[in-house]
């Protein structure tokens, strides 16, 4: 399922990269989210020359709402999630539903390329990992507290292969009102709540795009609140998890890069075009949010690196200036990628 919304520059290699597929078996589904570019007109064409191809057009209401229609629109055993302006390697879908059938689990995860303008790197989910992992019962409880390690790279809706079975049994989606921002890790904390057999494949078979105008690449006050509301969703949700480990620890652990990103890209990104006033105003009132202000108060600093404890002290110094400063050479740092 790919939710679309303004990617006409990059859908075309995003569905060419599914209709290309080794493995042919499959449908895809493009949920064209009432883009207001040529996204919806280019889908209707993609449908037309590929009966494998079904396209749901609807009123703008979000990314959870647009991968929601996907997945009920499937009628497939198994399902994926893409995003509009990423793509995939022309035997990801083989090598990852040979994995499910022959592991018979519930989960197929693999690893990504990032591509950036300039260069591109390969993630891995598990560091570098060289050997095939087969998750049991216990090692998926392990798999949802990574889901909040900043370090743990499975938090992402994609790069899973996902038993449909599964989902329905334990009526897993997408929360609508949390649209987008941080709704990956709640869909995620749902998902291996109650997952018995995981695998991980090595291949990076998922390419992510360093797309500059997407959502995580956009200064954006309500997407700010919006993950805050995400993490209260978690924080709330953990309450009743039946995971023996203590979730609660590592959810404010992650609310300190949340709170870094927040600074960095968000309220002190350079393209935030509110005054220095309104910016520091602002962020005053997303610091004093109870679930930031227990994460700054009590979370531990263990795993967080030098630069981010240095914008964390920033924060508590109320040194906004310098936060400015940080932003301006961060979108830098991006652009030079």
Known sequence: AIPIYKVEKYLDQCVQSLINQTYRNIEIILVDDGSPDNCGQMCDEYAAKDGRIKVIHKKNG?????????????TGEAMMFLDGDDYIEH??????????LKHNVELVMFDQFVNYPKSQVVVHSFGNQQKEILFDSEGCRNLQARVLDFNGEIAMVFMKLIRTDYLHKYNIRHVDELSQAAEGFVFNIQLFEQLEKAYYITNPLYHYINNKSSISHTASIKNNLLIIRCMEWIEEYIKHSRNTIDLNPLLLNRMLYVICTTAITGYFNPYNEASFKDKVKSFCGFMRIPLVDKA??????????????IILTLIQLKQYRLLCLLGYLRRKQLGNR
Do not use: P, T
């Open 62 to 74: 979000g990314l959870a709402a647009a991968r929601n229609s996907g997945q009920d629109a499937m």
């Open 91 to 100: 035997d990801c879908c083989e090598k990852a539903i040979f994995a499910m």
């Open 296 to 309: 700054i108060k009590y979370a531990s600093r263990n795993g967080v690196n030098l630069q981010r404890r």
